[in-house]
């Protein structure tokens, strides 16, 4: 199953894209592909693009607050050559490379209300499969939510009961992978204090140490 920005498998979100194309004609409102190299040993799984994040500009966690809260901590732990998604001009800042690190979604084009239905995760979990198979032995794989937590099990064929999502978790998983999972950095959990700064920092921490 290869990726392609030209993908209309799930009709509801294309026809919310095509929409919102014609709102924002400026706006990428297309699939989203995945950022950083391929094969590397650190793959992030976040939900999906936000409206005015990487449905804007392209990039996964790239100009809404999210993305500020990732990249800032990838840069802290050498993951990141910077920690400003953006440039000057509000695009996405093209001088900042992942080291060691990629970045997906479970569901890679935006959904209305950030609500993807279960059947789009399905027909998009072939994508995720794909980059997980192309992790070598001994990686980590960071689950931003229980929906992208739930859709790694889905794409490894594994039961949902074997593995309980909950924040700072650890699961090891077939092929040598081990799953780290994560509160998802939106806004409203870190408004709430679901997630804190240093919440977040100490699993990205945890994956460091797990890969030194």
């Known amino acids: 199953m290869t990726f392609s920005e030209s ?9 919310f894209l095509d929409r919102v194309r014609i709102e924002h004609p400026a706006y990428h409102a297309l699939p989203v592909a995945s950022f950083g190299e391929s094969g590397t040993r650190f793959l992030i799984v976040g939900l999906a693009p936000g409206m005015h994040g990487a449905n804007r500009t392209g990039r996964p966690f790239t100009g809404d607050y999210a993305g500020n809260l990732l990249y800032g901590t990838l840069h802290k732990y ?15 800042n093209r001088a900042l490379e992942l080291r060691g690190c ?3 979604n479970a569901v890679r084009c935006l959904p209305p209300q950030n609500k993807p239905e279960p059947s789009e995760v399905r027909a998009c979990n072939g994508y995720l499969a794909e980059e997980l198979a192309a992790l070598p032995d001994g990686s980590a794989v960071m689950a931003l ?4 937590h739930q859709s790694v099990l889905m794409a490894l064929g594994l039961r949902k009961s074997a593995h309980v999502f909950a924040h700072a978790a650890q699961h090891a998983l077939p092929g040598g992978l081990t799953l780290f999972d994560s509160y998802h950095c939106s806004r409203y959990n870190t408004q709430t204090k679901r997630l804190t700064q240093g919440m977040f920092e100490q699993v990205v921490a945890d994956v460091s140490g797990h890969l030194a």
């Open 102 to 104: 990629r970045i997906t």
């Open 145 to 148: 939510g229980a929906i992208a």
């Open 7 to 15: 993908c209309r498998a799930c009709p509801r979100l294309s026809d």
């Open 78 to 92: 050498g993951f990141a050559t910077s920690a400003e998604p953006l440039d000057a001009a509000g695009n996405a």
